[in-house]
């Protein structure tokens, strides 16, 4: 998985299983139209999620969700001399279970609650842009709430909001060579290539496998970094799986053929359906 990339060519949940496994720190930022979403994860964990727009304070939202009663913020307010709206999040989730009002536990399961609402909107959209920035963390501000993301994917997935990545429209291989389709001039329809699918367009040699492509991409400047024999390795097989999949699009599209390497000829792969 790039750092950036469309929602088209990655399903948020991919996204999310990919930044956990890798025990990835950072801001996973996702938009669409004017919608934003900021998800900060942290070693396995989503610690903190942002909306765009209208965010009540934290002492709000409780309220409003049936976590707290007001009368609870009335007490708070009276004993320290400060609107727990104006409180930042830390604090006041300190003063309340100082209290006895929640436990921390419940405030997890909230919090819980409160992500997968999020998620169970995000996961419905098939378009919209995403970029993870390495090494962002939460505002000092935020009521950081660790939550497993693998818990959190299975219980999405239980509330009745499975994901899953859309399948190639052509099965393909490791082992597969692709080249570039012969397109007809009298073709009308337009041909739109996204950022990940150029990338692997330009390694297409005619006699290259899918294989040594998937190589080529975590070997570019851009992933120059040291990566000890574990790293490698699990970059290694994300990578393999983007090309497949990548490659599927692009034969689907009619923008590469399967070829075999000594005659040149079209493989014919099994066509699955209509290009997306």
Not at 63 to 69: C, Q, R
């Amino acid at each position: 998985m790039a750092n950036y990339g469309n929602l088209r060519q990655y399903h948020l949940g991919e996204i999310l299983r990919i930044i956990g496994d890798g025990l990835r720190r950072g801001r996973l930022v996702v938009e669409r139209g004017g919608l934003r979403a900021d998800l900060y994860c942290e070693n396995g964990y989503l610690v903190y999620i942002w909306r765009s727009g209208p965010m009540p304070p934290l002492a709000q939202r409780w309220v409003s969700t049936g976590f707290i009663a007001p009368g609870l913020l009335a007490q708070v307010a009276a004993e320290t001399g400060i609107d727990p709206a104006l409180m930042e999040e830390p604090r006041l989730a300190q003063e309340i279970v100082d209290r006895g009002f929640v436990t921390r536990d419940e405030i997890a399961e909230w919090s819980m609650n409160d992500a997968m609402n999020l998620l169970g909107v995000i996961f419905a959209w098939r378009d919209g842009d995403y970029r993870f920035e390495d090494g962002m963390t939460a505002p000092p501000s935020a009521l950081r709430v660790p939550l497993a993301i693998p818990l959190l994917l299975n219980r999405v997935v239980q509330r009745g909001g499975p994901w899953q990545n859309t399948p190639p429209t052509v099965s393909v291989s490791l082992t597969d060579v692709l080249d570039f389709a012969d397109i007809r001039p009298d073709e009308q329809r337009s041909i739109q290539i996204t950022r990940d699918q150029w990338r692997v367009l330009t390694l297409l040699a005619g006699q290259v496998t899918l294989e040594q492509i998937a190589q080529q991409l975590i070997s570019q400047p851009e992933n120059s970094a040291v990566l000890d024999p574990q790293r490698y390795a699990l970059e290694l097989r994300r990578s393999e799986e983007g090309v497949l999949r990548l490659a599927g699009e692009l034969i689907g599209d009619g923008v590469a053929v399967a070829i075999d390497p000594v005659t040149g000829e079209a493989t014919g792969h099994t066509w699955r359906g209509p290009a997306r």
